[in-house]
C-alpha cells in the first residue's frame, strides 16, 4: 500500500492533485479501520494486551493504538 501511494505521489502526471487524493485515501483506509473493527468482529477488543489492564488517563480508558491512528488520521486529513 505504502509503495503504491509513493508511485502516486511521485509520478510525473499532469493531474498531480488526484494522486494526492488517492494516496490520501489509502493511508486513510488504513488507518480509520482500527476505530470501527472491534463493531466488525465479534468478540474483539482495541486492546491487544491483557485483559482488565487497560491504561488510563485522568479516569478515562486510553488505547495507544487509537491515539497513534488518529495522530495519522489527523496528519493526513491536514496533508490533504
Given at each position: 500500500?505504502?509503495?503504491?501511494?509513493?508511485?502516486?505521489?511521485?509520478?510525473?502526471?499532469?493531474?498531480?492533485?488526484?494522486a494526492?487524493?488517492?494516496?490520501?485515501l489509502?493511508a486513510?483506509?488504513?488507518?480509520?479501520?482500527?476505530?470501527?473493527?472491534?463493531s466488525?468482529?465479534?468478540?474483539?477488543?482495541l486492546?491487544?494486551?491483557?485483559?482488565?489492564h487497560?491504561?488510563?488517563?485522568?479516569g478515562?480508558?486510553?488505547?495507544?493504538n487509537?491515539?497513534?491512528?488518529?495522530?495519522?488520521?489527523?496528519?493526513?486529513?491536514a496533508?490533504?
Amino acid at each position: 500500500m505504502t509503495a503504491t501511494a509513493l508511485w502516486l505521489l511521485w509520478r510525473r502526471s499532469p493531474e498531480p492533485l488526484v494522486a494526492v487524493k488517492a494516496a490520501s485515501l489509502l493511508a486513510l483506509s488504513f488507518w480509520t479501520t482500527l476505530f470501527y473493527v472491534n463493531s466488525l468482529v465479534p468478540d474483539s477488543s482495541l486492546w491487544a494486551g491483557e485483559p482488565g489492564h487497560e491504561p488510563h488517563w485522568f479516569g478515562a480508558i486510553v488505547y495507544p493504538n487509537l491515539v497513534v491512528a488518529g495522530v495519522f488520521v489527523a496528519m493526513v486529513i491536514a496533508a490533504w
